[in-house]
């Protein structure tokens, strides 16, 4: 995905962002507007975004707030994350009706990007894990619905890991 040409950063528009306490911020951002589901792809739950007491606090009132709440996570280096330990896995420990695990398999490569999808419309989008340029946008439908066919696809191909799983319990 190119850089998009973009306007000055408004709340509610398409932004540029760089730099991680930028895209936490939007990733927090969509979390708390998000009513239905949340879905992630990421190579290791990053802890610098995803292992923050300001991220879980607001995936923790995401989902206690609705009784329908889905958070879906496809991980692409699951090693790195049980090595390292996760806030995140153990919130998952806690909440294990809400939020679901699994890892990409192998015979679907190397994925290069990762992003987080709020309630089919709010997107947050880096090409490139190796690095933390990413776009926003809290109201693409049509882009994050292209990403969320991907993730979907990949999804259902990829059965629960059985290590992870048996990390949560």
């Known amino acids: 995905m190119t850089r998009p040409n973009t ?12 730099g991680k306490a930028e895209i936490k911020a939007a990733i927090i951002e969509a979390t708390s507007n998000a009513n239905r589901s949340l879905a992630i792809l990421t190579p290791d739950l990053e802890p610098d975004i995803y292992d923050q007491e300001d991220f879980l606090e607001a995936l923790k ?4 707030a609705r009784g329908f709440a889905r958070v879906r996570v496809l991980i692409t280096q699951p090693s790195r994350t049980l090595k390292s330990g996760n806030n995140f896995v153990t919130m998952a420990r806690r909440l294990n009706s809400y939020i679901e695990f ?13 992003f987080f999808i709020a309630d089919e419309q709010a ?37 629960t890991e059985p290590e992870l799983r048996h990390s949560l319990l």
Not at 7 to 18: D, F, H, M
Not at 105 to 114: I, Q
């Open 61 to 64: 009132r995401f989902i206690l």
């Open 102 to 114: 699994r890892n990409l398999r192998p015979e679907f490569g190397v994925r290069e990007d990762a």
């Open 7 to 18: 306007k000055p950063a408004k709340n509610g528009e398409r932004q540029v962002l760089s």
């Open 123 to 159: 997107i947050v989008y880096r090409a490139r894990v190796d690095t933390w340029d990413a776009m926003s946008d809290p109201c693409e439908p049509a882009v994050a619905r292209y990403y969320l066919d991907s993730f979907d696809e990949l999804w259902h191909a990829c059965a």
